[in-house]
């Protein structure tokens, strides 16, 4: 991974947003570098890669797990499978660093479509977050920005594949995509081997959206899509240990990969996760500047606890974080993507 550049000067925003609420420290990986993999923003030549050690998963599964002394521990793995599935959860905002804040503002509002919920500057840990999306924060997927103060350039890596917006129609987005001189690197047409008009499109940064013909869906921005290296033990850790329903697999051997679509609800009313699997190949460089998952949890300690019985790693315990009392916990899957679950109770006191 090659040291990232720095850059000053910022023009004005894009867009005005809108008051900002008390600071939240959702984990946005604002502190992006520091927080998240600190040796991601010093300058290391070592890309990350996704790999799994199966042995320290086995080792996870069967040690005794210690929790907050307000955690339960279950008495078996179908308890925990049980509690996961009944918990009340759902995909809150995906967080990922920008080189420009303004000017992914002015293209996600101007050619995308969304809109600047709220924004705040962090001065001391010398990083800007910016929220946007389709609708509020309380009911809607939407993506956290991060620019950290200085860098300008992250790398995307080979592991994230792309976001998924779903419109009323392709062409008109696409078009307008192009006149704000977006980059369009597959036209308006059907997906192959199915029906649904898709096109793709990528940001100022990178990173690519697939557009969708999805008229009227109540949660435009739809989709993350993430490559693993084993679609099984995926599909089987984001079942039991996140709670997660299969809502459809695919596979597509003419083109060498399979889809499988995972998530709190169908499809064509709620925010999915996409796991890709391309075949033959178990691991991929997951560059710095995709970061996470943020979901909501009635309960940061059992969602640990549970998450630790099925092989993840658990890289925050789980408690509130300093100065604050929103209760997180961060934990990596099996192929290295992070995920931070967040009290549902804090998260609705955070947007007040």
């Given at each position: 991974?090659?040291?990232?550049?720095?850059t000053?000067?910022?023009g004005?925003v894009?867009?005005?947003?809108?008051?900002v609420?008390?600071r939240?420290l959702?984990?946005?990986?604002?502190a992006a570098g520091?927080?998240l993999h600190?040796e991601q923003?010093?300058?290391?030549?070592?890309?990350?890669?996704?790999t799994?050690?199966?042995t320290?998963?086995?080792a996870?599964?069967?040690?005794?797990?210690?929790a907050?002394?307000?955690?339960?521990?279950?008495?078996?793995?179908d308890?925990?499978?049980a509690w996961?599935?009944?918990?009340?959860?759902?995909l809150l905002?995906?967080?990922?660093?920008?080189?420009?804040l303004?000017?992914?503002?002015?293209f996600?509002t101007e050619?995308?479509?969304?809109k600047?919920?709220?924004k705040?500057?962090i001065?001391?840990e010398k990083y800007?977050?910016?929220?946007?999306?389709y609708?509020?924060?309380e009911?809607?997927?939407?993506?956290?920005?991060t620019?950290n103060?200085?860098?300008?350039k992250?790398?995307?890596?080979?592991?994230?594949?792309?976001?998924?917006?779903?419109?009323?129609?392709?062409?008109?987005?696409?078009?307008?995509?192009r006149a704000?001189?977006?980059?369009?690197t597959?036209e308006?047409?059907p997906?192959?081997?199915?029906?649904?008009?898709?096109?793709?499109?990528?940001?100022?940064?990178?990173y690519?959206?697939?557009?969708?013909?999805?008229?009227?869906t109540p949660?435009p921005l739809c989709q993350?899509?993430?490559r693993v290296?084993?679609l099984?033990?995926?599909?089987?850790f984001?079942?039991?240990?996140?709670g997660?329903?299969?809502?459809?697999?695919r596979?597509?051997p003419?083109?060498k990969y399979t889809?499988?679509?995972?998530g709190y609800?169908?499809?064509?009313?709620?925010?999915?996760?996409?796991?890709?699997y391309n075949?033959?190949?178990t691991e991929?460089?997951?560059?710095?500047?995709?970061a996470?998952?943020?979901i909501g949890?009635?309960?940061?300690?059992?969602t640990?606890e549970?998450?630790k019985l099925f092989g993840?790693k658990?890289?925050?315990?789980?408690?509130p974080?300093p100065?604050v009392?929103?209760k997180i916990?961060?934990?990596?899957?099996p192929d290295?993507?992070?995920?931070?679950?967040?009290d549902?109770?804090?998260f609705?006191?955070?947007?007040?």
């Amino acid at each position: 991974m090659r040291a990232l550049p720095t850059t000053a000067g910022r023009g004005a925003v894009a867009c005005a947003a809108a008051p900002v609420p008390r600071r939240s420290l959702l984990l946005s990986t604002a502190a992006a570098g520091a927080a998240l993999h600190s040796e991601q923003l010093a300058g290391t030549t070592t890309p990350l890669r996704l790999t799994w050690n199966s042995t320290g998963a086995a080792a996870a599964a069967s040690a005794k797990i210690r929790a907050s002394a307000d955690a339960a521990t279950f008495t078996s793995t179908d308890e925990a499978v049980a509690w996961a599935k009944k918990d009340n959860r759902r995909l809150l905002h995906a967080v990922y660093r920008v080189g420009d804040l303004d000017k992914t503002i002015k293209f996600y509002t101007e050619c995308l479509g969304m809109k600047v919920l709220r924004k705040r500057d962090i001065p001391e840990e010398k990083y800007t977050n910016a929220f946007l999306g389709y609708g509020p924060e309380e009911s809607h997927f939407v993506v956290e920005l991060t620019y950290n103060y200085g860098v300008d350039k992250y790398d995307v890596g080979e592991g994230f594949g792309h976001f998924g917006i779903g419109v009323d129609d392709v062409a008109k987005t696409v078009e307008l995509v192009r006149a704000k001189g977006g980059k369009v690197t597959r036209e308006p047409g059907p997906v192959k081997g199915g029906n649904t008009v898709i096109a793709f499109v990528e940001d100022p940064d990178g990173y690519k959206f697939e557009i969708l013909e999805r008229p009227g869906t109540p949660e435009p921005l739809c989709q993350v899509m993430l490559r693993v290296g084993d679609l099984d033990r995926a599909i089987s850790f984001y079942e039991k240990a996140y709670g997660m329903e299969l809502l459809r697999k695919r596979d597509n051997p003419e083109y060498k990969y399979t889809v499988a679509m995972m998530g709190y609800g169908p499809e064509e009313k709620n925010a999915v996760l996409e796991l890709t699997y391309n075949y033959g190949v178990t691991e991929y460089e997951k560059g710095n500047a995709y970061a996470q998952i943020a979901i909501g949890t009635d309960d940061v300690y059992k969602t640990a606890e549970v998450v630790k019985l099925f092989g993840g790693k658990v890289v925050r315990e789980p408690g509130p974080l300093p100065g604050v009392n929103t209760k997180i916990t961060a934990i990596l899957d099996p192929d290295g993507w992070k995920s931070v679950f967040v009290d549902n109770i804090d998260f609705a006191k955070e947007l007040e």
